[in-house]
C-alpha cells in the first residue's frame, strides 16, 4: 500500500509524475542548525512550487537530510525528522548545509568534508547557512573565496580560515558556486535562486505572501531581469564591469570587441580575464546570460518565440533554439508546451 509524505497526496501525484520541478534543493540539517534561515528558504521554495498554495512540490523540490539518518534539533529545541537517507551527489541543483552552533561545526566528521569536496568537484553549488561556513572552511573549499559570515564569529573565522576573504556586510556571497549565507531570512538568497531557475512571477509570488515588501521585491527582480549569475563576486573588477555591460547590452547582438573596449582593454586580455575568474569565454558567459534571460521570459511572458530570440540578441529564432537546446536539453516551445501542461493540470486539479 502506498504511503504519502506531508507534501504529496493521491490527488497530486498525476501532477507531480507530469513534469520535472524546475529547481531541486537538498538540505542537510546538521545538529542544532539555525531554524530561521533555513525556513526562509524552504518557505521561499514551497510558494513557488506550485501555482496556488497547497504546498505541492510540483515547480520547485526539496528533502530534509541529516548526517546519520536520525531526527536532529535545532538550536530553538525544535526536532526535525529527516525525509530521505542521505544522498546527495547528481541529484540536486543545490545541496544546502545548515549550521547553527558552533560547538556542532568547529569539528566536523571527515567524512562529510569529503562529502562536501565531491559535491564540488561534480559542480553541484553548495550552499552553508550560519556557521555551515566553518565546515566549508575546513574541507579546504574557502581557500581563495569570498565568504559572508556573521560579525559575532568574524574573528574566530579569520583566525581558523586565514586564507578565506571574509565579508561581514553581505547577506550572502557566491564564489564558483560555493555559496556563504551568515544566518538572516535567506529570503533575497532564495529570491534569486528561484527567479533564476523558475522565472520571475513565481519569486515575486513568494516575496509577496511572506510580507517582503514592494521595494524589496523591486530590489530583488528589477524588470523580471535578475539572474543567478548576479550572486557571484568576482575579485577582477575587469570582468564584473565587463559582465555589468553585457546585462545591459542583453537584446543586442554587440561584439566583444565592444565589450572589451567598453572596459578599457583588448579582446585577448578580456578571454584571459574571464577564463581565470569564471572558467568560461567571454561569448560563452554572455550567451548564458542571454539564454537565461530568455528562459525567463518563457516563463513569464507570452511573448513569440521570434520576439524572444531577438530580445536576447540572437540573429533569428533557429540561432536562439538550436542554443536553447544545447544548454537547456530541448526546445523553447517543448519547454514552454510541457510547463503550460502542467498549469492545466494544477487548475483542473488532476
Not at 293 to 320: C, E, P, V
Amino acid at each position: 500500500m502506498k504511503t504519502f509524505s506531508v507534501y504529496e497526496t493521491p490527488a497530486d501525484e498525476g501532477v507531480n509524475n507530469a513534469v520535472k520541478p524546475d529547481l531541486r534543493v537538498g538540505f542537510i540539517l546538521m545538529n542544532q542548525f539555525t531554524l530561521v534561515p533555513v525556513a526562509g528558504l524552504v518557505d521561499s521554495l514551497r510558494f513557488a512550487a506550485d501555482k496556488s498554495f497547497r504546498s505541492q512540490q510540483i515547480f520547485c523540490k526539496w528533502d530534509w537530510m541529516t548526517c546519520n539518518d536520525l531526527p536532529v534539533t535545532a538550536s530553538c529545541g525544535m526536532p526535525v525528522s529527516p525525509t530521505k537517507p542521505l544522498g546527495v551527489i547528481g541529484e540536486y541543483d543545490y545541496v544546502v548545509l545548515a549550521g547553527g552552533l558552533l560547538s556542532e561545526t568547529r569539528d566536523p566528521p571527515e567524512w562529510l568534508l569529503d562529502l562536501l569536496r565531491e559535491l564540488h568537484a561534480a559542480k553541484t553549488p553548495i550552499i552553508a547557512l550560519c556557521s555551515g561556513s566553518f565546515v566549508l572552511g575546513k574541507a579546504g573549499l574557502l581557500d581563495g573565496r569570498r565568504c559572508a559570515v556573521h560579525f559575532t564569529i568574524r574573528e574566530e573565522f579569520m583566525q581558523r580560515f586565514p586564507s578565506a576573504e571574509v565579508l561581514v556586510d553581505k547577506s550572502y556571497v557566491d564564489d564558483d558556486d560555493i555559496i556563504t549565507c551568515p544566518g538572516g531570512t535567506a529570503i533575497d538568497l532564495a529570491a534569486k535562486l528561484i527567479s533564476h531557475h523558475c522565472g520571475t512571477i513565481r519569486a515575486q509570488k513568494g516575496l509577496e505572501y511572506l510580507l517582503v515588501d514592494d521595494e524589496e521585491i523591486q530590489r530583488q527582480t528589477p524588470n523580471g531581469k535578475s539572474s543567478v549569475t548576479e550572486l557571484h563576486v568576482y575579485k577582477n573588477e575587469l570582468v564584473e564591469r565587463a559582465i555589468g555591460y553585457m546585462r545591459s547590452h542583453m537584446d543586442a547582438p554587440g561584439s566583444l570587441r565592444a565589450v572589451a573596449e567598453s572596459v578599457g582593454t583588448n579582446e585577448r586580455q578580456l578571454h584571459r580575464a574571464f577564463m581565470s575568474n569564471t572558467n568560461e569565454s567571454p561569448a560563452q558567459y554572455w550567451r548564458k546570460l542571454r539564454l537565461d534571460h530568455a528562459k525567463r521570459l518563457l516563463m513569464d511572458t507570452n511573448q513569440h518565440i521570434t520576439q524572444i530570440a531577438y530580445a536576447t540578441g540572437f540573429s533569428d529564432a533557429s540561432h536562439f533554439i538550436l542554443w536553447f537546446r544545447k544548454l537547456f536539453g530541448e526546445t523553447p516551445s517543448s519547454f514552454r508546451k510541457r510547463r503550460h501542461e502542467v498549469e492545466k493540470l494544477i487548475n483542473t486539479g488532476h
